[in-house]
Structure formats: C-alpha cells, structure tokens
C-alpha cells in the first residue's frame, strides 16, 4: 500500500485462514478482502460456523493468517513477530467482548487507566483522561464504583471506554450487546457509535441484531470464506 495516500484503518488482502481437521485442513477464510476507514461503523452479520470469531481474531492480530495480508493503519503485520504484534494491538487496536471481562477489585476509573498505565502513561494523565471518556459515555458519577456495584449496561460502557483509552486506530466488537436485553443494548450501542463519532477510529462490530446493524455504515458477511457486503 502507498504510505503517501489515505489509509484505511484496516485492510484484510487476500487473507486465508485454515486449520487442521482429520488428515486434512478446514478452510474457514478463503482469499477474505476488506477495508474500514477512519470513522466508519461496519457490521460483521454472520452465523456460527462461518468464520466470524476467526475474522476477528485475524483482524486484531490474535491469529497469523495463513495467507494474505493484514494492514493496520497501512502497516503490514502478517510478517510481524510476537513483541510487534503485542506492541500494535496495545497501541492501535480496542477490543470489546460480549462479556466486560472488567477487573472486579477495581474501580470503574481504574479499570479504564490500567490498559494506559501499561503503555506507559503518566497515572495522573491517564486518570485524567479515563475520567473524560468516562464521563462523555455518563458514567461521571459511576467513576469509583467497582463493577459489580454497576448494572449490565454500565459495565459494558466501563468496557468500551477501556477499549478506546488508548485512541486506537481500530475498535473491534464482538457481540458487545449480545449479553444485553434489547432497551440496553440500543444505550450501549448508541455509546459505541458516539464515541466513534467523537474519536475518528473505525469500528468492526459483530452481531446478530439486525436492527442495530441496520443502523450502522455498511453491512457485510461472510460467505464460502470471502467478505460479501450486504445491501
């Protein structure tokens, strides 16, 4: 990719994914193609079994692929040893789980500053700073509360502000709503799409809600190990 032209914030070229299944291989992603850009909300609409939690993992660098290429903010990462790939995720990539996975011993502020204490932050700047994220997604008054003194939806939105403290290039959801009964999902949802907005990164988010996904920029799947956008 040319350093001089815009960048997506991630580019999948041609990446294949297989893994080993009796004497032979099960082909999950198959010459797989995609592009987010910087501020665009993609949903990832697809059934279990089809290769969603793998495209995931690829994306955020969790799996090598087999083939391909994987471009984070135009940088190729396929040929990238452990360190490097641990060094791009802490820096340029958030994760959000169906599950919030918070630390339960700490508070909400406190379970946002960590994740840039161990990128090296000063600890009043990153307080400060998770205090601003977490006051932008309402939760200023929630800010010593430890999670399980939080509701479902709190939580969730302490776990999206963890994954975006670090102003990461890309955002990575999976399911971040699946957990959630539906007049709290479409809060959290609308958590996630401002704090897109607001920041400028871009965001993959899977799900099964399709009046959420409706809602987002575009919509694609996967089908026989390739990325289809969906009308």
Not at 22 to 29: A, D, R, Y
Not at 45 to 56: F, M, N, R, V
């Amino acid at each position: 990719m040319s350093a001089s032209q815009p960048q997506p914030a991630l580019y999948l070229a041609q990446v294949e994914r297989r893994y080993p299944q009796g004497e032979g291989f099960l082909e999950v992603l198959r010459g797989a193609d995609l592009a987010i850009w910087p501020g665009e909300i993609v949903a990832l609409i697809a059934p279990s079994g089809t290769g969603k939690s793998t495209l995931l993992h690829v994306a955020g660098l969790l799996e090598k692929p087999d083939g391909g290429e994987v471009y984070v903010g135009g940088q190729p990462t396929a040929g990238m040893n452990d360190a490097e790939r641990t060094r791009i995720r802490r820096e340029d990539l958030g994760f959000v789980y169906q599950f919030h996975h918070l630390l339960p011993e700490f508070s909400a502020l406190e379970n946002v500053v960590i994740p840039q204490l161990v990128r090296g932050l000063d600890k009043k700047e990153a307080q400060e700073r998770a205090s601003q994220i977490l006051t932008f997604l309402g939760l200023g008054p929630r800010l010593s509360h430890r999670p399980g003194e939080l509701s479902g939806g709190e939580q969730q939105r302490v776990a999206i502000a963890r994954a975006v403290a670090n102003a990461p290039r890309l955002l990575l959801a999976d399911e971040p709503t699946g957990n959630l009964d539906p007049q709290t999902a479409d809060r959290v949802f609308q958590t996630l799409v401002s704090i897109v907005r607001a920041s400028r990164l871009a965001a993959l988010i899977a799900t099964h809600n399709l009046d959420l996904a409706a809602r987002m920029d575009r919509r694609v799947t996967i089908k026989d190990g390739q990325i289809v956008q969906l009308r």
